[in-house]
């Protein structure tokens, strides 16, 4: 039987990936193999010596001290676009909310008085102050064209907008899922002076806060709309507050709501509501607990923010899984154990990624313990499991 820890309620979509024949989950067990969770600070937790991985059923890992797990040979994974779809959805609401004036508009009729007939003739008189304009033909600028960021991109196409798009990180198989319709841009301020929309998809760091300050907006052309669905700090207030007034910004919709701007008309502040879907809580907890039970009954990794991507098919031999620190010699003190003990192997894969190395070793007959103490005992292995 395999033991999960849960330190905080994970999705029953995603749990009922480790059928019960094979598996134990708790929130309280000892002797884990794999530890599952979504915000619990990991810092000042002990490592369990039983632990094999563990799994975070979100996108990011700052709840969780990866340093320490690779020290110790342990594999973190997450689950990176699990929740796209939700914040791309959110992004389409906020690009309406926006140019159609949808919140001051709906304010301005929960506020009206009088009888059906008086209701009519106000909003046939008031509704001029909202009028907007539409997507289609109008250009988004797409700031990080990462998970998120590439749906949002091909979304905003199929809506008959024009995209350019800014990512110098942008990966192969990102670049794959995206249109060849995207206009590439050579620099952030280029997307600024062409836009209409633009929305920001990247992880708040010293490169992106800031990334909307008075500078940027001078080179806006006039009413644009901006879209906030990344991180508080992206975007610097007092910049959005002078754009409005300026009349380069026509409304910036975010969902970072900070006192200097949720009572200003131009600025709607959502509740931190992009990856609130149960959709989007299941694709995460579905996703790691696949990845969590791929690691432990087949020593496969997928989506590790830690370890390099590893599969090897089974076949009919005894698999080893061995993590070692990235220096020379590891495999050929490996197989030298190996040999020495009657083990042929059938097949292998190495790979690595910074200073951690990983190996999957199919050997053509049951390995006993006193090989994995062998192999345990060599200068630079993290750790050896006989699956
Ligand atoms: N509102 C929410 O509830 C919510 C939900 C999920 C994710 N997010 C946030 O959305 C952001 C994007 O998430 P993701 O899953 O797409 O991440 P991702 O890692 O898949 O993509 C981020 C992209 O940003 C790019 N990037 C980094 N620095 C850049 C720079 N200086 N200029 C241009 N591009 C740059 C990277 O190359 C990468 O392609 C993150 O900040 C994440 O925290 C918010």
Redesign the pocket.
Known sequence: MLKILTLNNISVAGLERLPRDKYEVASEITHPDAILLRSFKMHDMDVPKSLKAVGRA???VNNIPVDKYSALGIPVFNA??A??N??KE?VMAGMLLGCRNVASAWDYVRNLKGSDAELNKLVEAGKKEFAGFELPGRTIGV?????????VANMALELGMNVVG??????VE?AWQLSANVEKASS?DEVFAKADFIS??????D??RD?VNSERIKLLKDNVVILN???DG?VNNEAISEGIKSGKVYAYVC??PNNMLIKHERVFCLP?????TTE?EDNCAIMVANQIRDYLESGNIHNSVNFPEVRMDSNEGYRLSIVNSNVPNMLGQISTVLANDNLNIIDMINKSRGELAYTLVDVDQVVGQATLDKLSSIDGILNVRAI
């Not at 700031?143 to 749906?151: E, K, M, P, Q, V």
Request: charged content about 10%; overall charge neutral; hydrophobic content about 50%.
């Open positions: 979100g996108a990011g990176p676009g929740n796209a939700a914040v959110l700031i990080g064209l990462g998970a998120i960021g590439r749906t800014f990512d110098p990180g942008i990966t990102g952030v920001f998809h990247v992880p708040l760091i490169a992106t990334m669905f990344a991180r992206i969902d970072f931190h509501l992009g990856a609130s989007a």
